[in-house]
């Protein structure tokens, strides 16, 4: 079976860092991904990560390990625009599947 | 980035009735393209893998007869739901894997709000 596990939600503070977890179980793993998405857009592509490690982009950073199943994302020097869902997806042999997703709160 | 376009935004409609929905990639040619629903408050589920030239390929629990997917052309899929019911009600995204991107990325349209009364 396939299960991707993430918060269901999760509040910071602006200025502040926030990691967002994301465990899954999936048939096959050709690479993780994770996409915002703001309250009535479609989600938009934040990372990826197929290789053991950190990437970073700008205030953004996903870090994954396959051998545990596990990856985050962490926000740096948070803003009130961060405020939105955050979406795991796991990449099997051909579909993207999607996490729950974790909705952020970023307060003044 | 590739561009997906879909259309309509927005969409209400009287139970009973049938409506289309439409997902271009407007600068790559995209030869499978994915459908999903989102319902408020929750992710995105994957309704089906959408195949040019060929027949889709649905999600478990997701009626192929209601949900008719065409694929006629390499930059065009169609979602059409017929015989809408209030519990079809929900935000329907489509999205396409642009060619050369070798993340596998995912483009995705603007997603389709469908209301029915």
């Known amino acids: 079976g396939q299960n991707i596990d993430q918060p269901t939600e999760m509040t910071a503070t602006e200025g502040a860092i926030v990691q967002i977890n994301c465990t899954y179980q999936t048939s096959g793993f050709n690479g993780l991904f994770w996409y915002q998405q703001h309250a009535g857009e479609a989600p938009t592509f934040l990372s990826y990560n197929v290789l053991d490690g950190l990437e970073e982009k700008g205030r953004f950073s996903s870090f994954l390990s396959r051998s545990k199943g596990y990856s985050y994302l962490l926000l740096k020097e948070l803003q009130m625009k961060d405020s939105a869902s955050y979406l795991c997806?796991?990449?099997?042999?051909?579909?993207?599947?999607f996490g729950a997703g974790t909705r952020l709160a970023v307060h003044p | 980035g590739a561009v997906v376009s879909q259309h309509p935004s927005w969409v209400i409609c009287k139970s009973g009735t049938s409506v289309k929905i439409e997902c271009r990639s407007l600068?790559?040619?995209?030869?499978?393209m994915f459908w999903y629903r989102q319902f408020p408050k929750q992710s995105l589920m994957l309704m089906a893998t959408s195949n040019e030239g060929s027949k889709a390929t649905y999600e478990q629990g997701v009626e192929k007869d209601k949900f008719l997917i065409n694929h006629a052309s390499l930059t065009l899929s169609t979602l059409t739901v017929t015989s809408a019911h209030p519990e079809d009600s929900s935000f329907y995204i489509c999205?396409?894997?642009?060619?050369?991107?070798?993340?596998?990325?995912?483009?995705f349209g603007e997603g389709s709000r469908l209301t029915v009364l």
């Open positions: 600068d790559f040619q995209a030869t499978t």
């Open positions: 999205s396409a894997r642009g060619q050369g991107a070798g993340t596998g990325e995912l483009f």
């Open positions: 997806a796991v990449r099997g042999f051909d579909k993207l599947i």
